[in-house]
């Protein structure tokens, strides 16, 4: 069996795939609808806002349905990478207008170019970015972001993609008025099930919502009548729900955050012990993005070949320069201690450093510390 540490999908728990193994029921039953209710509570948890939604869909139906029911015009977008790229083709396709601040895929957005970008053009309503940019693991000033958007112009939404960073660490959500999520990273769930937050604001931009099936204001006339307008994703619902339950009962939500810091940390330390490079300028705590121009596709065909290790690679300009270890989720130590320990045993396969152990013993010692 192969350890999967992809920065999504994430592997799903047994007792999560056993409660989702139940034979099927109907979605317009009362039964469906009291673990939809308990769904939706969970879900107020996990996004601390005003209302919240799920979508059948994968992430980006969250993303497509954030920017055709909030954006009324003209939206900023940051792109640092695959993610955020792909909200300027969303915008694109809706034909709205769009400003687009591009940045290599390790630099964070700057607050002084958004301030700048909203004087230039003042008719920009919307500012669509990702928490974590998966593409890099690069981690966006977002809350300073959308603070200095509001104190810009009240009236603008902030559009928070967070698929790698809900359920990895708290988020502030004063500013934000959309904060979307997916089941397969954090939540380590299957993919197909999005989830939204929305402030007030965004519920007022709703208004009667736009579109057909990603009409945020049919899904939320159902939803607070826990049921669904369209068929229901029932096990992943299910799923869900399990999933919740089982972070409750390893302290919740707090202690997710403060272990996946602590595990964070000591992540990076060991691999630049070892003499790699991380390669963000302010990385994420989803992952561990490494650059090694000359050597990332070896090592990551070591772990998977003879490590069992399936971790993944970069794309586009960053196919064969970077690898990326997943952080996000309820992961096991142990595991983590072989991730480091395989990728030090992998330099030395490759004769690029002598293996003597400082991964493990330097990432286990910091597991250790209070
Ligand atoms: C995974 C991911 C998405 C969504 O991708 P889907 O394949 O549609 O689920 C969006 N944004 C970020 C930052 C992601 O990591």
Redesign the pocket.
Known sequence: MMLLFT??PTPVLEEVRLAMAAPTIHHRTPEFEAIFQKAREALFQLLPMKEVLFLA?????A?EAAITNIAKKKVLTINA???GD?FSKIVKAFNLELVELKYEWNIPASVEDVKKALKDHSDIDTIAL??????GGLRHPVEEIAKAAKEFNSEIAIIA?????VGVEPIDVTNIDVL?T????ALMLP?GL?MLGLSEHALNRIDNGKGFYFNLASELKKQRQNTTAYTAATTLIIGFSKMMEIIEQNGGLKVLFEKTKKRHNALLESLRAIGLTIYPKSPAL?MATIIDEKNANEIRNLLKTKYKINIAGGQDHLKGKIFRINNMGLIETYQMAWVVNSIELALNDLGLREYNGDAVRIFSKMMESE
Do not use: H, L, V, Y
């Open positions: 920065p999504g869909s994968t992430g980006t139906g993303m990478g695959k993610f792909r990702q928490i974590c940019e998966s593409a993609d967070g698929i790698t960073a979307i997916g089941s397969q990273k993919p999005a989803a």
